[in-house]
């Protein structure tokens, strides 16, 4: 179950359920029965080695590609989710590291980039402008001026534009692939408390990152993978930041209140 605002449990519907998925890639078996769920307003951190099945997890959730046996299940009901088009439907985005953002163009052309408004068989510039300016006064993202080629910006600023675009397109479920990973320090607490607000709106999100320290700040759960398979899924602060090294390095879940000393 998953922590409301307040610190207990609530029973609600998750809003995204993998369960049983595996996948292989000709002789590699890169996922192998894993299971993982994300509920209205919390953070699951996907945790392991590079090789670990991090990334073809959340490709699988994100229509890049197609579990070879299990199921998906979205606010409770199974969800076909065969290329990135079906995830958008089912509230599903994906924000990559590398920003999926043209440089040369303004935040207003970005947030509606593949998704244009049109008026009278033309690019209707003041309306996507008015509603970009209005996505991002929601989400209380300051970024000077909206005319500016967003390579001018900061990393965190064009990081927020990736996430607005998001939420103005109803994600209810972010996937975020190290977002952090590229920011300086006041820019990733930029982030973080943009990843506050969208919790508070009730957006749940998966958190891919190999930064222990982030993760164990502000993410709920973890889910921990060691060769494709699940080791643990558990509340973050149930275990120490080095017990949660040590299992995503062994791949061996450690007994509630057992010190890597004991291991």
């Avoid at 890639?25 to 209205?40: P, R």
């Avoid at 099945?53 to 579990?67: D, N, P, Q, Y």
């Avoid at 303004?106 to 408004?117: I, Q, S, V």
Wanted: a negative charge; aromatic letters at 6%.
């Amino acid at each position: 179950m998953a922590p409301d605002q307040s610190g207990g449990m609530n029973p609600e519907t998750p809003l995204v359920e993998m369960k049983g998925i595996s996948k292989h890639f000709g002789g590699l078996q890169a996922l192998t029965d894993v299971d993982v769920d994300l509920f209205a307003g919390e953070v699951v951190g996907i945790l392991g080695h590079n090789g670990a099945g991090k990334s073809t997890l959340i490709k699988v959730l994100s229509g890049a590609e197609r579990a070879d046996t299990g199921t998906i299940f979205v606010n409770g009901k199974e969800a076909q989710i065969r290329d990135p088009a079906d995830a958008r439907r089912f509230g599903i985005e994906t924000i990559y590291q590398e920003l999926a953002l043209c440089g040369n163009l303004n935040a207003p052309a970005n947030l509606f980039m593949g998704r244009e408004l049109h008026k009278h068989g033309y690019l209707d510039k003041k309306t996507m402008r008015e509603e970009t300016a209005r996505a991002l006064d929601r989400l209380h993202i300051r970024i000077g001026s909206l005319d500016g080629e967003v390579e001018s910006m900061s990393g965190g600023q064009r990081q927020s534009i990736s996430i607005s675009r998001a939420v103005y397109f109803n994600a209810k479920i972010l996937i975020m692939d190290e977002p952090t990973a590229a920011l300086g320090m006041e820019e990733t607490r930029m982030v973080i408390e943009l990843i506050q607000k969208l919790k508070k709106d009730g957006i749940g999100i998966f958190w891919i990152s190999h930064d222990i320290h982030d993760v164990y700040a502000f993410t709920d759960r973890i889910a921990i993978l060691n060769g494709g398979r699940n080791v643990i899924t558990c509340p973050t602060k149930d275990y120490s930041q080095d017990e949660i090294v040590s299992m995503i390095i062994s791949g061996r879940p450690l007994p509630a209140g057992q010190s890597v000393a004991q291991v």
